[in-house]
């Protein structure tokens, strides 16, 4: 099972949360961000229908896949403070 870590880190002279290498929006308080980044995790609990999906890999390739919609990620937010 796949696992996502969103983690809540100072940013931008604000609070924003953070997937890897990839940040959120700046938000002006921590708890927002916090409450953000709760409500980013939650919604990536939620199934839905199997789809079709198209995305080209680091080398350029294109792939075709069947995603099913119940198979969700295993998801936790750290914060620091």
């Known amino acids: 099972m796949t696992k996502l870590v969103y983690e809540v880190v100072e940013h931008d002279g604000g609070w924003a949360y953070k997937l890897g290498?990839?940040?959120s929006e700046t938000?002006?308080?921590?708890d927002a961000a916090r409450s953000?980044?709760?409500?980013a995790a939650a919604e990536q609990?939620?199934?839905g229908d199997d789809q079709?999906?198209?995305?080209?890999?680091?080398?350029?390739?294109w792939h075709e896949e069947q995603a099913r919609?119940?198979?969700r990620p295993q998801v936790e937010?750290?914060?620091?403070?």
């Open 36 to 39: 953000a980044a709760d409500r």
């Open 52 to 61: 079709a999906i198209e995305y080209q890999d680091r080398d350029g390739v």
């Open 21 to 23: 290498d990839v940040f």
């Open 27 to 30: 938000f002006p308080t921590h």
């Open 69 to 71: 919609g119940g198979d």
């Open 77 to 81: 937010v750290k914060d620091g403070n």
């Open 45 to 47: 609990q939620l199934g």
